[in-house]
């Protein structure tokens, strides 16, 4: 079954970074959400088995399945390599996330994370790609593809070695097209060459692109009065030929909002306004930052419970504004507070770089973190 990209949103719901209220989804305001998103005729969500600590699977079932017809609205989500030790495992996470979804099937089902060596070889060695076929033989999955987060000369090796794949999952927005790490540019122009359809994930880069320095809100708020900071980066990415969705992990009632706003009023952008992005681009990447978008995968499994995206966060605030020193050590104090582990108790045991999306060299970052904040 192709899929038709006149027939997709162009807006997802990415289901990763939900409100919470005393540690736990916000069930409320996550329905408030979700109303408001179908409302405006929209239907894809994004969930996966790791999201949430296993809640945002959850949640699909009480936000989603309890409350809406089944037609009205898309699931995907995705297996995991690191959770797989042998074959059984497949069908034992699949099994899960039906039952945790509420679901009969999933409209699009993925293999999480492809990249060179680690996840890659898993599904390569567990035969995930034949296994992901016969569920979607079954009737159990509609569409099957892959997120990747690998090197473009990966990408081409696995598209060539699985014709049968239907579209990929990409990080890609407007300060990560040339980033020597995520390629975005290059895996783009891969798949749009092999007219391979592209979900986009991280257009807003983890929220970094939704709130600037003055000087570059500035630049942004002259060319387009009305546009919020966000929508720079999401109508960069949705102008782009070949993307099918766009997704958004919305945290907020008023980011969904923005988001309906941008799209639902969809303008691509103009040379001018690309002329302007280009310009914000190359200021910001004068400054040194931390490439973490807060995804949350290094946190789980940290033997030291160091909250490291926040960490990052204090740290690219301090870099960013370099004349700003007492918020940035006061919302790292705030962290150790709250029962969290220094940077500096870091033991270099390498689980968080073992599943960092971005390749981050986290133990070195986190030593830098604590010469600024620890003494």
Request: hydrophobic share 40%; charged share 25%; aromatic share 10%.
């Amino acid at each position: 079954m192709s899929i038709d990209l006149a027939r997709m949103p162009k807006l997802g719901f990415g289901l990763m970074r939900l409100p919470e209220q005393n540690g736990k989804i916000d069930l409320d305001t996550v329905c408030q959400m979700v109303d408001a998103y179908l409302s405006a005729g929209l239907n894809y969500f994004d969930t996966a088995y790791v999201y949430h600590g296993g809640n945002s699977e959850r949640i699909v079932k009480e936000a989603l399945v309890k409350r809406h017809p089944r037609e009205s609205f898309t699931v995907a989500t995705k297996l995991p390599a690191w959770c797989l030790k042998n074959e059984a495992d497949r069908d034992r996470v699949f099994n899960e996330q039906l039952e945790r979804c509420g679901v009969d099937f999933f409209d699009f089902y993925l293999l999480h994370s492809v990249e060179d060596g680690g996840n890659g070889d898993t599904y390569e060695k567990l035969d995930c790609y034949s296994w992901a076929l016969q569920k979607k033989a079954e009737g159990k999955i509609r569409h099957f593809g892959f997120s990747f987060h690998g090197s473009p000369e990966y990408l081409v090796k696995t598209l060539n070695a699985h014709p049968e794949v239907e579209f990929v999952q990409i990080q890609l927005n407007y300060a990560d097209w040339e980033n020597p790490v995520v390629r975005s540019g290059a895996l783009y122009a891969i798949l749009r060459e092999r007219n391979i359809p592209m979900i986009i994930m991280e257009p807003v880069k983890g929220g970094t692109l939704a709130k600037l320095t003055p000087e570059l809100e500035a630049k942004l708020k002259a060319a387009r009065p009305d546009k919020s900071i966000a929508s720079w980066a999401m109508r960069f990415v949705a102008s782009l030929p070949g993307v099918m969705t766009v997704l958004s992990g919305m945290s907020a009632p008023e980011q969904v909002a923005d988001n309906l706003d941008t799209f639902t009023r969809f303008e691509p952008l103009t040379e001018s306004d690309r002329a302007v992005l280009n310009q914000v681009r190359a200021i910001m990447l004068n400054v040194d930052q931390i490439g973490c978008t807060a995804c949350r995968y290094c946190t789980d499994g940290c033997p030291m419970n160091i909250a490291i995206p926040d960490v990052f966060r204090a740290l690219n605030t301090r870099r960013l504004y370099n004349n700003e020193q007492f918020r940035p050590q006061s919302f790292y104090s705030g962290l150790i507070g709250q029962g969290h582990g220094r940077a500096g108790d870091c033991i270099a045991c390498g689980q968080c770089e073992g599943v960092c999306p971005q390749h981050l060299p986290i133990i070195e970052l986190l030593k830098q973190a604590s010469a600024e904040f620890d003494g």
